[in-house]
Structure formats: C-alpha cells, structure tokens
C-alpha cells in the first residue's frame, strides 16, 4: 500500500513551487530554471569593478577571490556559508535585509513574527505569506547565484552582532561585468536597505552608497519590481 503524503510535504511542495512561480513571473528565473533577463542590473547600478589585493590595502578591506558557497548549510538571501582561501565562514551582507523566508517558532515563546511584520510593512504592507515568498525567492535567486560561478567577497571581518557572522561585500560576475549582490537584490525589488553600511572600497562613502540604494528601490518601486510588485 501507497504510503500517503504528509500534510508538511504538501504544504512544502506548494511553497516551493509559489517560488519558482514568482521568480519566473517577475522573469528572475526561465522555465528551465536558468537566470533570466528580469534578473539583469539597470546600467546605472553598477559600481563594483576588478578588485585586486593591492587596491584593497590600507583600507581595511580583505578581499577573498574564488569563493564558493558551501551548500547544505542554512542560509538566507543575505546570509550565507562560503569557502574561501582562509577557510570557511559565515557572511552576511553589507546594507540590505533580505525577508526571512519563513515563519520560525523559537525557545520560550519567541518566534519572527514582529520581524517578518517590519518587513512586509517595509514593502508596502505585505501580508506575512507574501513576505515570507518574497524571502524564498530572494534565497533561491541568491543561490543559483552564487553557486553558477566564483565570486569575490570583501570583508573587514566585523561581527554581526558575534563573532559567528561576518559583514561583507559580495562581487558576483554578471553578464561581461562586475557587480555587487546587494545592489541587485535592491534594484530587484528582493531587500530592503536596512542594517549596517560600510565605506566602499573605491572611495564612495557609505551615506553616498545608501542614497545611490535609494534610487535604485525608487525605480524598483515605480516598475512594481519583486515585491513592490505584490
């Protein structure tokens, strides 16, 4: 006899497909799964370059180059594993607040709740089953990402609130050029501009960088981009 389906894999295989289904509505993903071109940077949104060691000196900043990311471990459309020439960490980006991608029950009665209403409220005043979706989506786009090809990662090995995560910048290879994760995530309406900024490497400064976000969420916002979209 045919075991039946448990209602928690029901429930999850509907997630995952809503997932696949914004991602290839809003044109992230193609039919096969591959990146699609809703995915693409707006021209102005492109402001990492070829870093080397030597322009990164002084400033603070390690720069870590064929990075991987370390799959099979829990991550998040702004947090990740990789593995890297020192080893292996936690990181966690620079600028932006990926929505969590679902709701988490947790010791003593807590759970994300307040969280995840900060940010839905953030996108207009998502309810929490939209938000909760626009945080898997990111998480998926994030990972088909990072996994297609080395990346770079800046960091300057500052705590995320201990010393298990890290703050970075994440330069990912894009079509011919060069560009940050967070910008993307932005411009694609799948972050919020929210938590710790940093001055980048090539002299702009970190109140520059924010307002440059800014204008990259407010064309987001006017073309209804990802969850502005919802």
């Known amino acids: 006899m045919k075991k039946k389906k448990s209602l928690g894999s029901i429930i999850l295989g509907l997630l995952a497909a809503?997932?696949?289904?914004?991602l290839q509505e809003k044109g992230f993903l193609e039919k096969d799964?591959?990146?699609?071109s809703g995915a693409e940077v707006p021209a102005g949104a492109v402001s990492a370059e070829n870093f080397t060691r030597v322009q990164t000196q002084g400033q603070g900043w390690t720069l870590l180059q064929n990075c991987r990311l370390v799959t099979g471990r829990n991550g998040d459309g702004d947090s990740f594993h990789v593995k890297h020439e020192k080893g292996e960490t936690e990181f966690r980006l620079y600028f932006v607040d990926t929505p969590e991608s679902e709701f988490k029950q947790y010791g003593g009665g807590e759970n994300n709740g307040k969280r995840l209403a900060e940010q839905g409220e953030?996108?207009?005043?998502?309810g929490q089953g939209?938000?909760?979706?626009?945080?898997?989506a990111s998480k998926e786009l994030v990972k088909k990402i990072l996994s297609k090809n080395d990346f770079q990662v800046l960091t300057k090995w500052e705590n995320v609130y201990g010393p298990d995560r890290k703050y970075c910048l994440v330069v990912i290879p894009w079509e011919g050029r060069e560009i940050y994760?967070?910008?993307?995530?932005?411009?694609?309406?799948?972050a919020r501009i929210h938590t710790r900024g940093a001055n980048l490497p090539q002299g702009r400064?970190?109140?520059?960088?924010?307002?440059?976000?800014?204008g990259l969420e407010q064309d987001a916002r006017e073309k209804k981009v990802g969850a502005w979209g919802l």
């Open 130 to 136: 939209d938000t909760t979706t626009v945080g898997r």
């Open 205 to 214: 400064g970190y109140q520059d960088q924010k307002s440059f976000l800014k």
């Open 122 to 126: 953030y996108f207009g005043g998502l």
């Open 18 to 22: 809503a997932v696949v289904w914004f």
């Open 181 to 190: 994760l967070h910008e993307l995530l932005v411009a694609k309406g799948l």
């Open 33 to 36: 799964g591959s990146l699609g």
